[in-house]
DNA sequence: AAGCCGGGGTC
DNA sequence: GACCCAGGCTT
C-alpha cells in the first residue's frame, strides 16, 4: 500500500469527523443513505446538509418510499438546499433503482444513474460497496496539488490530479481513504489554512516542502459575475398568495414561486405585471446566485379582489411555510408579511 | 471546454 | 464583498 493511504487510513481510525450519514467502524452503511447523502453534499457544505438529510431519511425511510412519494413533495422538502435539478433526479434515480431491484454495486453501472456523475458514482461504490474507486472532489483536488506540488492551475490539472489520486488510492478501505482525504482537507488542508503540522503525511508533502502550500492549487481567473435587476408579484386575497410553479427546466426549476418579470442571468425583467391593477412597493430583495447578482423589487397588488389568473394556485398564508419557495422567494414573502 | 445551476458559511 | 463548498448536466 502507499504510504500516503497508509497513513492517511491510521490517521482517519482515530480523527474521522462524526457525520449523521456515516456509520461505525467496518460497518456497511446503507447504500440508500450513502446515495441520499452524497447527491445532497454536492456543492453543499456538511453543516448545510444535515438537516435536510434527518428530515428525507425521516419521511422516506427506504429507497421505495422515496420512489414512491410524489415529484412535488420531494421538491418542496428540497427547497432552500439549491440546485434543484439534483431533487427532480433524485426521484427519477430512485424509481429506476427500484426498478432494478436495487442499488447497483460497480462504478460504472452507478455512473449510469441520473444525478450521479464520476465522484458520486465513485463515493458509493467505494463507501457503500466496498469497492476500490477512485473518489475526486474539489477537497482530494486540493490535498493532491498540495501533496504533489501540482503547478497546473484548475480546471486544465483534473488529468494529472486524477493520475496522482488513483496511484495513492488503496485496493482495501478505498472508501475509508476517500473520507480520510475528504476530512483532512475539511478540517486540516482547507482552502484558506494548512495546518501542516497536525498533518499526519506532513512529512511525504510536496507542497509543505516548498514552502508555500496555501498558494496551490491554482485555479483559473473567473469571471465578474453580472447584476440583473427583476420584479416580483405579490396579489393576495384575505388569506391567500397567487403562487405559480416554474418551468422544469432553468433557473429554480419545477419550484413553486410567486409571478415574476422574467429575469435571468441574460437579462433583466421586463417590469411588466401579470395582471392589470395598481402596484405598490414593497421592498427590494438582493440575492446571489452561482454566475449573477439579482437585485429583486417586490410589488403588492393594490387593485380589488377577483383577478383573471391562470397557470398558479391559491396558496394558504397559514401554510406558506410548506410552500417549498426557494429562498429567493422565500425572501421576498418576508418582506411583503412584514410590512403588513 | 465552457456555461448553467443555489445557498449559506467564512473570513 | 469575495471565496468556497463531498458536482452534474447541457451545449
Known sequence: MDRVA???????????????????????????????????LQQTTTAAVAPYFAKFTETWPTVEALAAA??????????GLGYYSRA??????????VEMGGFPEAEAELRELPGLGDYTAAAIAAIAFGQRAVV????????????????????????LIRAHADRITPDERAGDFAQAMMDLGATICTARSASCLLCPVQGLCEGRASGDPLRLPVKAEKKAKPRRTG?????????????????????????????????????????????KGAWKAAGVVRHSF???????????????????????????????????????????????????
Open 6 to 40: 497508509a497513513l492517511l487510513l491510521d490517521w482517519y481510525d482515530g480523527h474521522a469527523r462524526s457525520l449523521p450519514w456515516r456509520v461505525r467502524d467496518g460497518a456497511r452503511p446503507d447504500p440508500y443513505r450513502v446515495w441520499l447523502s452524497e447527491v445532497m
Open 70 to 79: 410524489p415529484e412535488e413533495e420531494v421538491m418542496a422538502a428540497w427547497a
Open 231 to 275: 420584479t416580483a408579484f405579490w396579489i393576495a386575497r384575505e388569506d391567500a398568495v397567487w403562487l405559480v410553479t416554474r418551468p422544469g427546466k432553468g433557473m429554480l426549476g419545477g419550484m413553486r414561486a410567486l409571478p415574476d418579470d422574467d429575469w435571468s442571468s441574460k437579462a433583466d425583467g421586463h417590469g411588466e405585471p401579470p395582471v
Open 136 to 159: 475526486i472532489d474539489a477537497n482530494v483536488e486540493r490535498v493532491v496539488a498540495r501533496l504533489f506540488a501540482i503547478e497546473d492551475p484548475l480546471p486544465g490539472a483534473r488529468r
Open 290 to 340: 452561482t454566475h449573477f447578482d439579482l437585485e429583486l423589487g417586490v410589488v403588492v397588488h393594490a387593485g380589488d379582489d377577483p383577478v383573471a389568473l391562470e397557470g398558479g394556485e391559491w396558496w394558504p398564508l397559514e401554510r406558506l411555510a410548506d410552500a417549498g419557495l426557494p429562498t429567493l422567494f422565500a425572501k421576498a414573502a418576508e418582506r411583503v408579511l412584514a410590512g403588513r
Open 88 to 97: 427532480r433526479n433524485l426521484v427519477k434515480c430512485a424509481k429506476q433503482v
